[in-house]
Nanobody
Framework: QVQVVESGGGLVQAGGSLRLSCTAS????????MGWFRQAPGKEREGVSC????????YYAGSVNGRFTISRDNAKNTLYLQMSSLKPEDTAMYYC??????????????????WGQGTQVTVSS
């Protein structure tokens, strides 16, 4: 049974930092790209950052490039997203996704993507 669980969200002031974690069990994360997506109220879901199975390749949305850092520890089946210099516009529900597709300029889910339940990030001004 596949289980994807996020943690680490919360309320933070603008300029602050948070680290999201995602543990994926029951899926071969060590052979599949993973990523973080977010959805704000009234907006479409967007790919924030994705990473290849070995961490060698990464994608960042333009709005977070230079502020967010994605990483993974395959030994622990865990994906991370370090978020710094947070802005109110980063406020959204953040979802971890196992088995995604990405290139240097996009990151999208697949029909086979496994999703976590989401963790809320709220940035106050």
């Amino acid at each position: 049974q596949v289980q994807v669980v996020e943690s680490g969200g919360g309320l933070v002031q603008a300029g602050g930092s948070l680290r999201l974690s995602c543990t994926a069990s029951g899926v071969r994360s060590d052979r599949n790209p993973m990523g973080w997506f977010r959805q704000a109220p009234g907006k479409e879901r967007e790919g924030v950052s994705c990473i290849s199975w070995n961490g060698a390749s990464k994608y960042y949305a333009g709005s977070v490039n230079g502020r967010f850092t994605i990483s993974r520890d395959n030994a622990k089946n865990t994906l991370y997203l370090q978020m710094s210099s947070l802005k109110p516009e980063d406020t959204a529900m953040y979802y971890c996704a196992a088995e995604v597709a990405f290139s240097g300029s996009w990151c999208i889910p697949l029909k086979s993507t496994y999703w976590g339940q989401g963790t809320q990030v709220t940035v106050s001004s």
